[in-house]
DNA sequence: ACACTATTTATAAAGATTACTATGTAAGAA
DNA sequence: TTCTTACATAGTAATCTTTATAAATAGTGT
């Protein structure tokens, strides 16, 4: 299933005439089968072992190529690094302020924003973005033990 | 009116025990006045006229505090830096992918959305962060104009 | 196997933000 | 008003993330 998605990839990879690196499809591996919404660096680390001399721009250049492609997402919250995550399903974030944990959950898609926003502003619309902060479970119990 | 907003956030700030200086005076006004969504640069230099000696630092160190006294929202758009928000009425806002430019849309406050995360994912919910993203009317032109 | 070109590596550089320290100053107390 | 003290500022260095660059390497079609 995980190889399903990733072999779907690599086609997409090839059809947009992107050659396939060891360095490559061990990033886009790692993408597809852990599911934490790792920043490059994260990847970089993660890969350390099996690629030694891997490069950081070799992180940062193939998830370019994979955002081009539209493969991945880029995320931004505020503080921290980008964070990347490969697009699946339609589905939105929500993020923990104690220890920064992201966890998908799904909600129709919001469509109606989109054209409000267009008829207010004047804008052609081409996508949003949406995302929940809050408290993790975890987080929510160490915080009520610590009293 | 802006007066106001001002003088209620200078209150706000005195109850967290922050003391008011001319250099963080002029950035609180400048984010009241100005609808800009300035970056800590923008303020910098919109300011460095007046204050010719004040500091980088003073502007990042104040938007800091702003943002821990909830006046000010922190917002950042992937590859540049972050964008500062003085927070006044709900609102969303809408960025033009070509030239940057924040706009400013009213919508309904999502509250819904906010509860079914909340249960899906057990998470404590605080707050929600929406933004929609196109072509501004100016950059369209400019793009049918080269063709 | 060859040739062509994308990709990787390694490093430097850029840009944004933070850390640090001496100096300065706001605000309450005497 | 003057004093005092803790907080704020300026100036700079340092850190962190990301991008740029150039030479070496390695996919892929022929």
New binding site residues.
Partial sequence: MGSEMLDHAVQSL?EH????????QAILEYLVTEHSHP???DIYKALAAR?P??????V???L??FKEVGLVQEM?YG????RFDFVTSKHYHIICDTCGKVVDFNYPVLDEIESVASQLTGFKVDRHRLEVYGTCPSCQSEQSQTH
Same sequence: chains 1, 2.
């Fill in positions: 090839r005439g992107v050659r396939m690196t060891p360095q490559r920043t490059a660096d690629f001399n891997m490069s950081v721009a070799t940062y250049n193939n370019r190529v931004n503080d921290a690094s980008s």
